[in-house]
Nanobody
Framework: QVQLVESGGGLVQPGGSLKLSCAAS????????MGWYRQAPGKQRELVVA???????TYAYSVKGRFTISRDNAKGTVYLQMNSLKPEDTAVYYC?????????WGQGTQVTVSS
């Protein structure tokens, strides 16, 4: 089992920055891919960015050049640095981890971009 706990969400003005953190606990040694998804009201959950244990990344087109993911494999922690935030980035952000065929999710953290 893997437990994921997110932190770092909040309210920020357009153009501002936020950094999200996700700490994994439990059987973290076998975690392969970790990443962030988001879900805005009335919309489907979508991939924001993912990173493998080897450091390969996949970014959604809408966040390329503005968001950066990083990972500390030893700690089982993944970070999401979000810069140049836009109102359309407003959503609940969920941390995700894959261990084999099993997917794990955090409880989500709200990010609101508004003036």
């Amino acid at each position: 089992q893997v437990q994921l706990v997110e932190s770092g969400g909040g309210l920020v003005q357009p153009g501002g920055s936020l950094k999200l953190s996700c700490a994994a606990s439990g059987s973290i040694s076998s975690i392969d891919r970790m990443g962030w998804y988001r879900q805005a009201p009335g919309k489907q959950r979508e991939l924001v960015v993912a990173i493998t244990s080897g450091g390969s990344t996949t970014y959604a087109y809408s966040v390329k050049g503005r968001f950066t993911i990083s990972r500390d494999n030893a700690k089982g922690t993944v970070y999401l640095q979000m810069n140049s935030l836009k109102p359309e980035d407003t959503a609940v952000y969920y941390c995700n981890a894959y261990r084999g065929v099993f997917a794990y999710w955090g409880q989500g953290t709200q990010v609101t971009v508004s003036s």
